[in-house]
């Protein structure tokens, strides 16, 4: 909701969507590394062989520990702020459907429908252009909406939310 106008926001569209998506996918990749780096460490300290493939079950701990690391990342951004870095470059905000800033479970719903949304092929992302409130398929479930926030007006001393 604007405070200014007490109006409801725009929901943010796809592009928006996905544009900040891709910002985020950038720190996702330093996400990685250092989570590689950590997982590598702990080999070398447990005295695996880090030039053979860990067993089955080690590669499942790794890759939900790397999904942990990217959903940890989301949910503390969205209850911090509303915002990942992507979102706040293009003007778009995670909110609850009932207040500004999304509760913890609502993020972590969300953390962990948004990429089977993506999974998909894409669908519940798709289905934004199809909902009458412009919803993705993980913002109904998880009870959020993602808007536009608006620009910011220039006054003469400075900018003025």
């Known amino acids: 909701m604007n405070i200014e106008t007490a109006q409801p ?3 943010a569209n796809l592009i928006r969507r996905l544009m900040a998506m891709i910002y ?3 720190l996702l990749m330093g996400i990685s590394f250092a989570y590689g780096v950590i997982v590598l460490l702990l080999r070398l300290l447990f005295g695996d062989d880090t030039m053979k493939a860990p067993h ?3 590669q499942l701990i790794i890759v939900i520990g790397l999904w942990f690391c990217y959903a940890l990342f989301y949910v503390w951004c969205w209850r911090r702020t509303g915002q990942t870095l992507g979102m706040k470059s ?3 905000q995670l909110q609850g459907c009932n207040q500004p800033i999304p509760s913890w479970q609502e993020c972590w719903l969300r953390a962990l429908l948004a990429p089977l ?3 998909i092929l ?3 992302y798709l289905w934004c252009l199809i909902d009458k409130d412009g919803q993705c398929l993980h913002d109904k479930f998880s009870n959020t909406q993602v808007v536009l926030l608006p620009k910011k007006v220039r ?3 400075g900018v003025k939310n």
């Open 9 to 11: 926001l725009p929901p």
């Open 24 to 26: 985020d996918a950038f």
């Open 56 to 58: 089955n079950l080690v």
């Open 90 to 92: 293009w003007r778009i």
């Open 117 to 119: 949304s993506l999974i």
């Open 122 to 124: 894409g669908i519940g």
């Open 155 to 157: 006054t003469e001393k």
